[in-house]
């Protein structure tokens, strides 16, 4: 399978009147992940995977989670656990570099793709997950479904609002406090922190009109202060994009509604089929690969709530924790392959 295109997600939090925090995120691919909802137990064991083969670091889970998956792995992209700590991972393409590995780090290693369940399995606040990423080793691991090693970095955050972002760069590890709670793709976070000082001109509130010689300028429509905001798909005008959107918008009373208003920012960073092309590589069936968000999805770390939609239904459906058996003895999977419904208005009753 050739290698996906994936340098367009974006991820955003916001805390609402009542202190509930939701965080939410785009999933950009240029193949299909083919996603499910699935929920892990408690007391689910669990084993890393080495880059030669070894076992890894084994584990039982201890919290259980709910989220999004890939390719059928047992292992989440996305989610959040019962303790309402939310995780996700982020495509990190040329400046992720991961933990230099020994046969002797075997018991303490887990894949780059195991990370976002590792931290939802064991730990209930960005705290802890801070502490705990320390313990283990992420090296560079093939990932055999795409024949490569696949350039991640991660997220996490609690119901506190704390925010977490995780990079691996120059064999070391990286952990950055996340004052504006956005994320989106390459280069470093610390550079998309400073990037924003490019910006400053830029405000919420319409510019006063402006004298040029005898004439003036009233600025053309709405939005005149937010003019020069980047408009294209990059990470770093993404970034600039929704740091602006999720620290401008009014706030939310509860969590349901600021899960609506995260799904509202984040319609700003959809990507239709086609518009955001790599190159001329083509897919084993000789389409065109093209980065497009295939779901974007919601976590509401007080309700301990799954949202997700996708790129073909835009229908909402959500999971919450607090009506599941935590304990049973099987993952446990939905399917999100339904089609976009089209309602009758005038519909007979």
Not at 28 to 47: A, H, Q, T
Not at 105 to 128: C, G, H, Q, R
Not at 324 to 334: G, H, N, R, S, V
Request: net charge negative.
């Amino acid at each position: 399978m050739l290698s996906p295109v994936a340098e367009a997600c974006t991820g955003i939090t916001l805390t609402a009147k009542d202190g509930a925090v939701v965080r939410g995120r785009t999933m950009e691919f240029g193949v299909d992940i083919k996603s499910n909802v699935m929920l892990v137990p408690r007391n689910f064991e669990k084993v890393g995977t080495t880059p030669d083969g070894k076992q890894g670091k084994s584990w039982t889970t201890r919290y259980a989670s709910v989220g999004a998956n890939g390719l059928g792995l047992p292992i989440l992209l996305e989610g959040l656990n019962e303790k309402g700590l939310s995780a996700g991972i982020f495509y990190f393409m040329d400046y992720a570099e991961y933990q230099p590995y020994t046969a002797d780090d075997a018991s303490k290693t887990i894949a780059p793709w195991e990370v976002v369940s590792y931290i939802l399995d064991n730990f209930a606040t960005v705290e802890e997950a801070r502490a705990g990423i320390q313990d283990v080793v992420v090296p560079a691991v093939m990932f055999e479904q795409w024949n490569m090693v696949v350039p991640v970095h991660y997220v996490v955050t609690d119901p506190s609002g704390a925010t977490l972002v995780i990079e691996y760069t120059g064999g070391k590890l990286q952990l950055y406090d996340n004052p504006v709670g956005v994320i989106t793709n390459q280069p470093t976070f610390d550079w998309h922190l400073v990037n924003l000082n490019n910006y400053l001109n830029l405000g919420l509130w319409n510019s006063e009109p402006k004298k040029i010689g005898d004439l003036t300028v009233p600025g053309l429509g709405q939005s005149t202060g937010l003019l020069g905001l980047p408009g294209d798909f990059t990470p770093p005008s993404r970034f600039v994009r929704a740091a602006i959107f999720a620290n401008g918008v009014f706030d939310s009373a509860d969590g349901e509604d600021a899960m609506v208003e995260l799904f509202h920012i984040l319609n700003n960073f959809d990507i239709p089929r086609g518009v955001v092309r790599s190159s001329e590589e083509k897919d084993e069936h000789g389409n065109v690969k093209a980065d497009y968000t295939q779901w974007t999805s919601g976590n509401d770390t007080e309700s301990k709530t799954f949202y997700i939609r996708t790129y073909d239904d835009s229908a909402i459906r959500k999971v919450s924790l607090e009506g599941q058996d935590l304990d049973a003895k099987e993952i446990k999977t939905w399917k999100l392959d339904s089609k976009q419904q089209f309602f009758e208005l005038d519909a007979p009753e």
